[in-house]
Nanobody, 124 residues
Framework: QVQLVESGGGLVQAGESLRLSCEASGLTFSNYAMGWFRRAPGKEREFVAAMPWSGGSTAYADFVKGRFTISRDNAKNTVYLQMNTLKPEDTAVYYC?????????????????WGQGTQVTVSS
């Protein structure tokens, strides 16, 4: 049974940083995709970043390039999202998700497993 548990959200001021963590368990796929998505109030869930568990490639939404970094720690079965220079428009619930293959990574509907989400609020 796949389980994803996010942590690290909170309330920060614009310009500050946060690091989100997603601890995964029950994963048996050989090279799955780990993704981060977010949902702001009144908006659809949108892609933020993704990487294959084997490492190498990374993918980012244009609105976070240069500010957010996705990484992983194999020993801890954990993927991270380092968020720097946060803006009020980054306020959202952030979710991590897993897809069995590194394909169609930008679409939320491609991911079968989701965490419960962690709230990030950025004040101006």
């Amino acid at each position: 049974q796949v389980q994803l548990v996010e942590s690290g959200g909170g309330l920060v001021q614009a310009g500050e940083s946060l690091r989100l963590s997603c601890e995964a368990s029950g994963l048996t796929f050989s090279n799955y995709a780990m993704g981060w998505f977010r949902r702001a109030p009144g908006k659809e869930r949108e892609f933020v970043a993704a990487m294959p568990w084997s490492g190498g490639s990374t993918a980012y939404a244009d609105f976070v390039k240069g500010r957010f970094t996705i990484s992983r720690d194999n020993a801890k079965n954990t993927v991270y999202l380092q968020m720097n220079t946060l803006k009020p428009e980054d306020t959202a619930v952030y979710y991590c998700a897993v897809r069995e293959v590194w394909r169609s990574i930008y679409s939320a509907t491609s991911y079968a497993y989701w965490g419960q989400g962690t709230q990030v609020t950025v004040s101006s």
